[in-house]
């Protein structure tokens, strides 16, 4: 599997592809700013469970059709496909980040203009409740169709995500964010 670096951008062809990059640099650039104070991701990701010095937790990859992104200094994972739909799986823990799920997603749509809420509801999720939410915004003037789902446990909040150009990008993406979100949990045997 091929991984891209987000700080080399400019060698992607896609058009498509960097304005989904850069949704992707405004939701996780926006939820690092609650992250806790010197956080780099060291993470590795193997048999499908992400770990790094703060957490640990086992998401499966989207099928065929996505690639890896390295998201430098984030604990996490994120992919991209070639219509410029990315998903990605987001953790940062403080306990003071135990504030209610609706003030957090308020801080990871910061920077998006123009939002549409679609739908959000509350759902099962790792042995917790989980808040999603399906949106259409603008990020740098660009629509984007978007999930958030976001989840606290533990002391720790994990946001996942999909960001897509709406209408059929995004409806082709969607089974790919389910399946990564379905197989989302915490509760790892060591």
């Known amino acids: 599997m091929r991984i891209f670096n987000l700080n080399i951008r400019a060698s ?4 498509e592809l960097r304005r989904a990059l850069r949704g992707l640099w405004a939701l996780a650039l926006l939820s690092s700013a609650l992250a806790f104070a010197g956080c780099k991701s060291s993470g590795a990701y193997e048999q499908s469970v ?4 703060l957490v640990r937790f086992s998401v499966d990859p989207p099928e065929e059709g996505f690639e890896r992104i390295r998201i430098d200094g984030e604990s996490g994972l994120a992919w991209a496909n070639d219509e410029g739909a990315v998903i990605q799986v987001h953790a940062r823990c403080d306990r003071a ?3 209610p799920l609706a003030a957090l997603k308020a801080h990871l749509l910061i920077g998006f203009t123009e939002r549409e809420e679609i739908e ?3 759902l099962p999720m790792d042995s917790r409740e989980a808040l999603e939410t399906h949106l259409r915004a603008k990020v740098d003037g660009v629509t984007r169709e978007l999930i958030l789902r ?14 897509a150009g709406p209408g059929a990008p995004f409806n082709r993406a969607r ?4 399946r990564v979100a379905a197989s989302f949990t915490t509760e790892i045997p060591r």
């Open 50 to 53: 992400y770990s790094d010095r």
């Open 120 to 122: 959000e509801r509350l």
């Open 12 to 15: 992607l062809s896609s058009v």
């Open 175 to 178: 089974p790919h964010f389910e």
């Open 150 to 163: 976001i989840l606290k446990k533990d002391g720790c909040v994990y946001d996942l995500a999909l960001i």
């Open 97 to 99: 980040l135990d504030i």
